[in-house]
């Protein structure tokens, strides 16, 4: 057990809350007398153990809002912790507004559709990717009991391939291989622009009024194939299906007509994953929460996958029946991710907050504990960490009793809109994990009698 004494205080504060305590001790302890501190001329004794045990697990929390996100998440990554991960894109897609006034003379050229990256990404992007697009055979209505799509929902659409393209995206500069700026193209069938085309000259009821051009024409879902893993890329949703025609004449007129995405709201991302052969391999809907001590003293936190990390603090209460205890003084818990398990290619959240938790692994309040101040060591790999001053937990934990606290803890989480936007994900070691400088740290410094 680390103890440091003679720690000078300085904090009027405190003195003020250890001075009430010594009153409510004082018939069963001796009395400390404390004076002005801001004379430097007396000393505290603040004794300081690192030694109580932070229980970590893995927890599985199941599907999670993706609609409404304002961003597409499009591609397939394999990530040797977390397993291959896989996002889809579901889109409703509306008619031009206004529409554009063809006649006898207008010529149609092509229809691609077009997205523009977001410069988000998670992967190996140096490979090429490659996008489909599938035309949807249900309109995009919310399943019963639901006010939202979910990570795991899907639309059932036509196996028929309409476009892909394969292109490179370098996603910091924000430009990809197609040298049209930060726009991904997928060139669709001429058959299917045509027909469009003509409902357009026509006129036609199908792309005037709202629903009935809702049942023509369903929506579409972008996806990647499987067979080039590479990266999931974050997409602006501004995606639109672009019809691109001429007017003839002494000078040609190029025009163009955008079919845009419409209920941005229930624009969603089915994402899934593989864990097999993975240290996540057995975690489950069925099996929601593995030990760190299961998966090599570690526990793993990607919440777009649906993991979280689950802290616990069994023993803690143990600091009452210490001879010399007299207050918590200051509580610092330090997070830290494992050497190796991060990279550029493989970000950790930049922002990451505490919130109660309890055996059924609800994610409650939050802690108003800041957002862990990541300091990030890549030359070393031994002084990355989050760190959080959560004094007040411990000091209401530690009367709770062993019991309570074997039960109810804290969780390790992301705020939205990151939590459900992004893959960045950590590796966070325990208090055996053989990487001693990677091990998490709960730092307890108690006001002693001696």
């Known amino acids: 057990m680390a103890m440091k004494c003679d720690f000078r205080l300085r904090t009027y504060n405190f003195l003020i809350l250890l001075f009430i305590m010594i009153l409510a001790f004082a018939c069963s302890k001796p009395q400390i007398q404390f004076n002005s501190v801001n004379n430097g001329d007396n000393v505290t004794n603040i004794v300081e153990v690192d030694t109580f045990s932070v229980k970590l697990s893995s927890v599985f929390l199941d599907s999670f809002t993706t609609s409404n996100t304002k961003t597409q998440l499009l591609g397939r990554y394999t990530d040797p912790y977390f397993g291959t991960t896989t996002s889809r894109s579901y889109t409703d897609i509306g008619t031009p507004s206004p529409l554009p006034t063809l006649d006898n003379f207008s010529v149609y050229d092509s229809i691609v559709l077009i997205t523009r990256i977001n410069r988000t990404f998670y992967g190996d992007t140096s490979k090429v990717q490659r996008f489909l697009v599938s035309q949807l055979t249900q309109v995009m209505d919310l399943p019963a009991n639901q006010f939202a799509f979910y990570n795991n929902n899907s639309i059932p659409s036509d196996p028929l391939v309409l476009g892909s393209t394969d292109v490179m995206i370098n996603p910091t500069a924000g430009l990809t291989s197609q040298r049209a700026g930060d726009s991904v193209k997928i060139k669709l069938p001429n058959s299917l622009g045509t027909q469009l085309f003509d409902l ?251």
Do not use: C
């Not at 602006?236 to 019809?243: K, L, P």
């Not at 007017?247 to 163009?256: D, T």
């Not at 079919?259 to 929601?288: M, W």
């Open 200 to 450: 357009l000259y026509r006129q036609s009821d199908t792309v005037k009024n709202a629903n009935t051009w809702r049942g023509y024409f369903k929506g579409l879902t972008v996806y990647p194939d499987t067979t080039l893993p590479g990266a999931i890329y974050g997409f602006r949703d501004t995606m639109v299906m672009r019809i691109y025609y001429h007017e003839p004449g002494p000078i040609i007129s190029y025009r163009v007509s955008d079919f845009h995405i419409v209920n941005e709201a229930t624009q969603f991302n089915q994402i899934t994953s593989n864990r097999a052969g993975t240290p996540l391999a057995t975690i489950s809907q069925s099996n929601t929460e593995i030990p760190s001590s299961a998966t090599g003293n570690q526990a793993f936190l990607q919440p777009i996958t649906s993991m979280y990390i689950k802290m616990l603090f069994p023993t803690i209460s143990d600091l009452q029946g210490y001879p010399d205890y007299l207050a918590i003084a200051h509580a610092q818990l330090v997070i830290k991710p494992v050497q190796g398990t991060y990279s550029p290619l493989f970000n950790l959240p930049r922002i990451a907050n505490l919130a109660l938790t309890n055996e059924g692994n609800t994610i409650g309040l939050q802690l108003n504990v800041g957002t862990g101040n990541l300091n990030i060591d890549y030359l070393y790999g031994t002084n990355t960490s989050y760190t959080y001053d959560i004094t007040s937990y411990i000091q209401a934990a530690i009367t709770q009793g062993a019991l309570n606290n074997s039960k109810n803890g804290l969780m390790f989480i992301v705020p939205t809109p990151l939590f459900n936007t992004t893959f960045n994900r950590a590796v966070i070691g325990d208090s055996h994990n053989a990487q001693t400088s990677n091990q998490i740290i709960l730092k307890i410094f108690y006001a002693s009698y001696y």
